[in-house]
């Protein structure tokens, strides 16, 4: 019998089974206190809430701790490839030499989207945001795979995985080429996963088009450390989208909606917006800082706090690191890194910022990143969701493969009319 907390409502008291974990939060089993109480339990912003049991993602917010089926971050930003980083947190351990070349020969094959799907591109604006070209290609690509659409059966999942894994970096080259009106590139599939992303990117057909090695190592580390996040908004969309067995494209495609909002990944495009407008006002940051902490403003400094980092965000320092890092290797000076570093220093040595325990997150400096990088500042969050992508495929096939299967649905606490009848439109003043 586990332990369990009691709990008293009204003199009665109700057991609630303790729930461990290997390490981290501990949590209390609700699931019957509403059958014995009557009671629903209200955490809005789900900040107090375990919404599932995984083996995927470990963070501790009060340490800075981030980790990959065990592995810090740190490590793997160095040590691994964003391939192999993908088959880690999808299959549950590092792949051995076979699995690798197995699965990136997959990767390999099934880059190219089907023809037809070009066509979609042309009833796009050009002005059209490519979060919203990708999160309606994703979805369609099931239009294509008809027959492997069952979540529920393994093989037709393993099916799937390479494939979206694939094409949805061919879709989000192919937007930015569209939007700025050259042809698309096809994957060359001579080409290792990233290189393969820039050289669809950045090529055209009337020149040769060589990746540079260390682009191409700066946007790998870059994925590694965007590719899982535990519970947070997006991951938390695909499990709920998937929990009505929705198909994988469907789910993956809410995900990518969900990341789109500047409180959650839109905000390494809103981050550089912010800096940009710092710079015209004459990089004047102490204004950015009080205009963050007035009440009365709207304004919130993009790219600072965190719902779980109450420390530093361990990505945020390793992004920052690689920035300075890859701007002097590209011999490239930007004066939005150095807004960045003096707003971060002001922020970090004000009591509002330090009383609310308001660090830099991973999108603070990632957009200095992806501008070394020659990408456009409205695909920075396709960036996002191309790194995201493995962790929303890992706790997808997790909630299909481990979860107990239930479609979730929360309850509410209901504040509107109690009872009120039919008025006609006549009787309406
Ligand atoms: C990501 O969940 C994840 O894991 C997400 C992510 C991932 O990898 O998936 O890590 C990726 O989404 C990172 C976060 C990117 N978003 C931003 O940078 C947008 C700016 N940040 C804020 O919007 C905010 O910090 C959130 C949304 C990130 C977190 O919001 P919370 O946890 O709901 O915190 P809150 O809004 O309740 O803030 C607590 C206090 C408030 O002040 P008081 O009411 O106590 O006076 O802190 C203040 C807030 O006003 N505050 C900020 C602030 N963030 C919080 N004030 C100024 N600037 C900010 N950025």
Redesign the pocket.
């Known amino acids: 019998m586990s332990e369990t907390a009691e709990l008293k409502i009204k003199g009665k008291a109700y057991q609630l089974p303790l729930v461990e974990g290997s390490i981290g939060d501990s949590g209390l089993d609700i699931r019957k206190l509403r059958a014995e109480s009557g009671h629903i339990t209200l955490d809005s912003?789900f900040?107090n809430t375990g919404a599932c049991r995984s083996a995927i993602t470990y963070?501790d917010g009060d340490k800075g701790i981030l980790r990959y089926r065990g592995i810090p971050i740190e490590e793997l930003a160095v040590k691994s490839t964003f391939v192999e980083t993908s088959y880690l947190l999808i299959h549950g351990h590092l792949p051995t030499k076979q699995e690798l070349e197995e699965f990136s020969d997959k990767l390999r094959y099934h880059s190219l989207i089907h023809e037809d799907m070009l066509h979609f591109y042309d009833g796009y604006p050009s002005t059209a945001h490519p979060m919203a070209i990708l999160s309606s290609m994703v979805c369609s690509l099931s239009a294509y795979y008809p027959d492997s659409l069952d979540p529920k059966d393994p093989e037709q999942v393993e099916h799937l995985i390479p494939r979206v894994l694939s094409k949805i970096r061919t879709i989000a080259a192919y937007s930015y080429k569209k939007s700025i009106g050259q042809p698309v590139i096809y994957p060359k599939n001579a080409l290792r996963y990233c290189e393969n992303f820039l050289y669809m990117m950045f090529a055209v057909p009337s020149e040769p088009y060589e990746v540079d090695p260390e682009v191409a190592a700066a946007l790998n580390m870059l994925l590694i450390l965007?590719a899982d996040?535990?519970q947070?908004?997006?991951?938390s969309t695909v499990r709920l989208v998937g929990s009505s067995d929705a198909n994988l494209f469907a789910s993956i495609a809410a995900g990518i909606c969900a990341?789109w909002g500047?409180?959650?990944?839109g905000?390494n495009q809103?981050?550089v917006e912010m800096l940009e407008v710092i710079r015209k006002n004459g990089g004047d940051v102490k204004a950015a800082i009080a205009a963050?902490?007035d009440?009365d403003n709207p304004f919130?400094?993009?790219?600072?706090?965190?719902?779980?980092?109450k420390n530093f965000?361990p990505?945020a320092a390793v992004i920052k690191d690689l920035c300075d890092k890859l701007l002097s290797r590209l011999n490239l000076h930007d004066p939005l890194l150095d807004i960045a570093k003096r707003l971060e220093e002001e922020a970090l040595n004000d009591p509002?910022?330090v009383d609310?325990k308001?660090f830099p997150?991973?999108?603070?400096y990632s957009g200095v990143l992806y501008r070394a990088l020659n990408i456009p500042v409205n695909m920075y969050t396709v960036m996002f969701s191309l790194g995201?992508l493995p962790g929303w495929i890992a706790h997808w096939k997790e909630m299909h493969q481990e979860g107990d299967g239930r479609i979730g649905r929360p309850r509410q606490i209901y504040t509107g009319e109690t009872k009120a009848s039919y008025v006609p439109l006549s009787e309406r003043v």
Do not use: Q, W
């Not at 500047?262 to 990944?265: A, L, S």
């Not at 919130?300 to 980092?309: A, D, E, K």
């Open positions: 912003g900040g963070i965007h996040h535990e947070n908004c997006s991951t990341l500047p409180k959650h990944g905000a809103a981050v963050a902490k009440r919130r400094l993009m790219g600072f706090g965190h719902r779980v980092y965000d990505r509002y910022f609310r308001l997150n991973v999108d603070f995201r």
